[in-house]
């Protein structure tokens, strides 16, 4: 989607536009704000504790393998 953008011709005039005033709301996005640093604070959590209970529960170095490569997987599928 990069090159089509880089190949449509651009008009200087058209983006040109008087100063506004703009104000963004916080409020309305709080929610999300607060799902997304929670998922991230759960996602650094899970992944940093999950190699130790592989190692934990008696996994060598080619199960915490097969493990990442699961994650890997199930990741960009």
């Known amino acids: 989607m990069t090159l089509?953008?880089?190949?449509?011709?651009?008009?200087?005039?058209?983006?040109?536009?008087?100063?506004?005033?703009?104000?963004?709301?916080?409020r309305p996005v709080l929610i999300y704000l607060a799902g997304y640093f929670l998922f991230g604070a759960g996602y650094i959590a899970y992944m940093t504790f999950m190699i130790a209970y592989v190692r934990d529960a008696g996994g060598a170095a080619p199960a915490q393998s097969a493990f990442w490569c699961l994650i890997g997987l199930s990741a960009s599928s």
């Open 4 to 26: 089509p953008l880089l190949l449509a011709p651009i008009d200087a005039e058209a983006g040109i536009a008087p100063a506004a005033s703009a104000t963004f709301a916080v």
